[in-house]
């Protein structure tokens, strides 16, 4: 399989727990980004790693929330104390880094959280 | 900051018709690239097409393409013969920063029907 992978695809959890989400990119691809989407809209970057260092996070991405990318392969993104707000589609893509702007994104399946 | 603008929440189009998506979008850089993205329910987004700004000609994908209109800021994606397989959510994108993060419209909901 050389597409990028997601898991759990669904989470349930209650609220004030902390979830963990996984995401495998395609091996050769040394970018990995996490976007959030809210039903209705379209994703939001959350952050974004060049092999194993994250390099930028967006204002969206609270003390709550904490990703890591150990040895530049798969990725995860851990929220603590989860709030109903949280309650989304969290999507992870990956890419090569060839040229400025230009490079497709590839997109995982998503994980949806549900925050009761 | 960058912003996108899909103004159409949602469109129909029967079977082999044509139809257009609309998509505005606002920066101040000279060089750079948009892309429409797919999402189809319950499946993972995929690109349908990237234009970049310093190209005069539009970009063309089989049965889909682009109106790039540079000084508007106007990037509209056409799909031509729909098919229901086109039935999905479609994103306007505009890559940012070193990171080339997506900033995303709003998106369009296309149906296609019969």
């Known amino acids: 399989d050389t597409g990028v992978s997601q898991n759990p695809r669904h989470k349930i959890t209650k609220r004030g727990q902390n979830v963990t989400f996984r995401c495998d990119p395609i091996?050769?691809?040394?970018?990995l980004y996490w976007y959030r989407q809210t039903l209705g809209q379209g994703p939001e970057f959350l952050t974004y790693f060049q092999n194993e260092a994250q390099l930028e996070k967006s204002r969206l991405l609270s003390d709550r929330f904490s990703a890591e990318r150990p040895k530049g392969s798969f990725s995860t993104l851990e929220i603590q104390r989860t709030e109903q707000g949280d309650s989304a589609m969290y999507l992870c893509?990956?890419?090569?880094?060839?040229?400025?702007?230009?490079?497709?994104?590839?997109f995982g399946p998503g994980t949806r959280l549900t925050v009761l | 900051a960058q912003t996108v603008t899909q103004s159409q929440p949602e469109m129909s189009v029967q079977e082999a018709e044509t139809v257009t998506l609309s998509c505005t979008y606002d920066t101040s850089e000279s060089d750079y690239y948009l892309f429409w993205y797919k999402q189809p329910p319950s499946r993972q987004m995929i690109l349908v097409i990237r234009?970049?700004?310093?190209?005069?000609q539009n970009a063309t994908e089989n049965r889909f393409s682009v109106n790039f209109q540079k000084a508007a800021k106007s990037f509209s994606l056409k799909i031509s013969d729909s098919q229901l397989g086109d039935a999905a959510m479609y994103f306007c994108a505009y890559p940012t920063g070193t990171a080339s993060k997506l900033t995303f419209g709003t998106g369009t909901r296309l149906q296609v029907t019969l």
């Open positions: 234009q970049e700004a310093y190209k005069q």
């Open positions: 893509a990956s890419s090569l880094a060839l040229r400025t702007g230009g490079n497709e994104q590839f």
């Open positions: 091996s050769e691809h040394n970018r």
